[in-house]
């Protein structure tokens, strides 16, 4: 019995909940170009403006939450060829000060780069649409969202910003992984340290962009390939140039029949 009303005060709970919260402001841009010449634009709410929104409602109904993160390593095929990846699980778990508590398991999303970073970027992207679906929020409009007033048109739009923030996000890190890749294939021609040239790439982009970032993100990776790709040329053309001058010198490792 006791249990049942403990659940009882935990829906009426997150019923007022969902009835009062403030809907997290989108405040932060994405605009970029694909590779393909797409131009990528719109506006999100991050995860810190996600936590805020929820805490400063659900606290007054007791409601306080925690995320977890089931992982599990996999290989995925990526260009023709057979990578590991890290799929990683978000599990929200919301508690009620009657001592009820319900988890939520958010969409799996995988990690092909394996470093720190990268899985703390895809562990941030998968708490942030868990949260807002175990509480059942939304984040304001943006101007263009203002236009469509009727229910419908309202949920059309929805779905399409949705798809488009999904299709945004995949076509980033499909393009970080080209970066990575092309980067280290650089690093095993000339030498080169892969931080080092990836610090250079970042900023040279940053000196184009009139910007301070510290990594490669959804802003500078159109700008970040391109300094690649001239870093590939230029060690092309160096690798030629050896390989021009061990010729001469008859040192090529591809010997030439002089006519001895």
Do not use: C
């Amino acid at each position: 019995m006791e249990n049942r009303v403990n659940y009882k005060d935990f829906n009426e709970s997150m019923a007022k909940f969902q009835g009062n919260y403030e809907p997290p402001k989108k405040d932060k841009k994405v605009d970029f170009t694909t590779n393909k010449g797409q131009r990528i634009k719109y506006d999100y709410s991050d995860l810190e403006s996600v936590q805020k929104a929820i805490r400063l409602t659900a606290s007054k109904y007791g409601l306080s939450w925690n995320t977890l993160f089931e992982s599990e390593k996999i290989k995925i095929e990526n260009y023709g060829k057979e990578i590991p990846a890290l799929l990683i699980t978000p599990i929200v778990v919301i508690n009620h000060s009657s001592g009820v508590e319900k988890s939520f398991k958010g969409i799996p999303l995988f990690a092909t780069s394996l470093d720190p970073q990268s899985i703390g970027s895809v562990k941030t992207y998968a708490e942030r649409y868990a949260l807002s679906g175990a509480f059942g929020i939304a984040s304001d409009e943006d101007d263009d969202g203002q236009i469509a007033k009727n229910s419908s048109s309202n949920q059309e739009n929805d779905k399409e910003k949705t798809s488009n923030e999904n299709n945004a996000e995949n076509e980033f890190y499909k393009n970080k992984a080209e970066f990575q890749k092309r980067l280290t294939a650089v690093a095993n021609k000339t030498g080169k340290k892969y931080k080092e040239l990836e610090d250079y790439v970042i900023s040279e982009s940053n000196k184009n962009l009139k910007k301070d970032y510290k990594n490669v993100n959804s802003q500078n990776i159109s700008k970040a390939i391109g300094y690649v790709k001239v870093l590939e040329n230029a060690a092309n053309k160096k690798a030629e140039a050896n390989e021009q001058q061990s010729m001469m010198q008859g040192n090529t490792t591809n010997p030439v029949d002089w006519g001895k």
